[in-house]
């Protein structure tokens, strides 16, 4: 029987509350579709922070490299632990040791939930580098606490690092509507921009069949919001693709359907997993936090693992459950708790059975 082991890192906040939800909607997949899925949790967060001194164990990498994913729920308690602690003790030492360098973000609006636009026919997959650029860390600052204080932060590109997200998006672009849409600031940035573009261009001759065209950030960023339908498959920096997800998450309603794949797509070693809505310490422990954010990442995670029934039957699910509109968390103008909803999409799960056929 096909058996994957998944390291379960709840975190902080509501990430508790929706890997559990998580997790016993993976549980339901993997029963009814035939595999078996091994969890370990990892009680790594800004608690253990506080306790040992560092989010993760020293040998924490090491103990990663035995899974076949990460499932992540949220990190960060800005009032005991700042962020820039718990980012750079967790989730970029995990992303750079196993270089998840595509990390891949799906927007569309499901059926039944309240957008905010007119727009409701779009399907944005949103592929943002995520190694390098403008968050490699390098940098300083001098003269601490003088009116002479500089700080520099030095963005970085590699030819390599860039021509193999442009590679990861046009292939992406070939299984969907063959449009990519490349994001820069050259008219401004001569230096990593021009690069980038330079590069794009380059790539493109490999891939005739796929549509190229070239944006700046800030037009593109307005196209998001006046244009969605007109977007297939974006491909930008880390910076620009940070911003723009979030974009993306608003249109298709909220950070409660921002999902998230962290990935290398060659590598063998785990790739990670994780919804972007953050911890919201305000919502900890109220059960009202909406949970499909990382019901959407375990179905990308599913699909990573080859286990595209299983993948497909969340995603269709979750669907089923926002088009009626009975069980809808706080977000979303109802009183759902987060197991409600999960335990409605399994339900629905249960009663969709005769849709799919065993693999």
């Not at 035939?34 to 922070?49: A, K, P, T």
């Not at 070939?174 to 994001?183: E, G, H, I, M, N």
Request: proline share 5%; aromatic share 8%.
């Amino acid at each position: 029987m096909r058996t994957y082991n998944v390291a379960l890192i709840p975190g902080d906040g509501i990430g508790v509350e929706v890997i559990d939800a998580a997790w016993s909607v993976l549980s339901a997949a993997a029963d009814r579709f035939g595999f078996v899925l091994n969890g370990i949790e990892l009680d790594w967060s800004c608690n253990y922070y506080l306790k040992y001194g560092r989010m993760m164990p020293e040998d924490g990498i090491e103990q990663l490299r035995a899974f076949d994913a990460i499932l992540l729920g949220a990190v960060g308690w800005p009032l005991s632990v700042p962020d820039s602690v718990s980012l750079h003790g967790l989730l970029l030492p995990i992303r750079k040791a196993f270089d998840l360098y595509a990390n891949v973000r799906p927007h569309r609006l499901l059926a039944g939930v309240p957008g905010p636009l007119r727009a409701r026919d779009f399907d944005i997959l949103c592929i943002r580098e995520n190694t390098e650029g403008e968050y490699s860390g390098a940098g300083g600052r001098l003269h601490q606490g003088t009116q002479e204080e500089v700080a520099v932060e030095t963005s970085i590109f590699t030819r390599r690092g860039v021509e193999r997200i442009l590679r990861f998006g046009f292939e992406q672009a070939r299984q969907r509507r063959k449009k990519l849409a490349s994001v820069t600031k050259s008219n401004a940035q001569k230096h990593s921009m021009v690069f980038w573009d330079e590069i794009t261009e380059a790539v493109s001759a490999d891939y005739p069949d796929v549509s190229v065209t070239r944006y700046h950030v800030d037009a593109i960023a307005a196209r998001f919001i006046m244009q969605p339908e007109t977007l297939d498959v974006v491909v930008a920096s880390n910076l620009f693709g940070d911003i723009l997800t979030d974009i993306g998450a608003a249109i298709q309603g909220g950070l409660g359907f921002a999902a998230s794949a962290n990935l290398n797509p060659v590598s063998r070693g785990p790739s990670m997993f994780e919804p972007v809505h953050g911890s919201a310490p305000d919502l900890a422990g109220r059960g009202k936090a909406n949970p499909l954010a990382t019901l959407w990442s375990s179905a990308l995670m599913l699909e990573h693992l080859g286990e595209h029934l299983g993948s497909r039957a969340i995603l269709d699910a979750m669907e089923k459950v926002t088009a009626a509109g009975e069980v809808r968390t706080p977000d979303l103008g109802g009183s759902a708790t987060t197991n409600d909803v999960a335990n409605a999409v399994i339900a629905q799960m249960q009663v969709s059975r005769s849709g799919y056929l065993r693999p």
